[in-house]
C-alpha cells in the first residue's frame, strides 16, 4: 500500500523556519523523483521545489535561497527546510512521488498546512 505521509507543518511568525517531512513507503522510493507542492485557498497548486534521485533540485522563483529540499534514499524520506518564512507561503504543503519508469504513474501525500503569521 503507497503512502506518503508528510509532518512539521505548523503556525509560525513571518522569518520563522519550519521543517517538513515526507515518509514514504508502499513503493521503491529511489527510482521516483520527489517533490514539493502547496496549495493557498482560492489558488492553484503549484511545483515549489523538486528534487531527482541524484540529487539535482529546482524550485519556484519564489522560495529560491530561502527553500531547500532534500531527500534520504536509505529512509524514504524527503524534507524540505523553510526558512525566512512569509505571510504568502501560507498553504497546505504537498509531497509527490513520480515515477521515473512508469509514464504518468505519480502519488500524492495528504498534506500539512503550513501558516505564517504574526
Known amino acids: 500500500q503507497v503512502q506518503l505521509v508528510e509532518s512539521g507543518g505548523g503556525l509560525v511568525q513571518p522569518g520563522g523556519s519550519l521543517r517538513l517531512s515526507c515518509a514514504a513507503s508502499?513503493?521503491?522510493?529511489?527510482?521516483?523523483?520527489m517533490s514539493w507542492y502547496r496549495q493557498a485557498p482560492g489558488k492553484e497548486r503549484e511545483l515549489v521545489a523538486a528534487?531527482?534521485?541524484?540529487?539535482?533540485?529546482n524550485y519556484a522563483d519564489s522560495v529560491k535561497g530561502r527553500f531547500t529540499i532534500s531527500r534520504d534514499n536509505a529512509k524514504n524520506t524527503m524534507y524540505l527546510q523553510l526558512n525566512s518564512l512569509k505571510p504568502e507561503d501560507t498553504a497546505v504543503y504537498y509531497c509527490?512521488?513520480?515515477?521515473?519508469?512508469?509514464?504518468?504513474?505519480?502519488?500524492w501525500g495528504q498534506g500539512t498546512q503550513v501558516t505564517v503569521s504574526s
Open positions: 509527490k512521488a513520480t515515477s521515473l519508469y512508469v509514464r504518468n504513474l505519480y502519488y
Open positions: 508502499g513503493f521503491t522510493f529511489s527510482s521516483h523523483v
Open positions: 528534487i531527482t534521485v541524484g540529487g539535482s533540485t
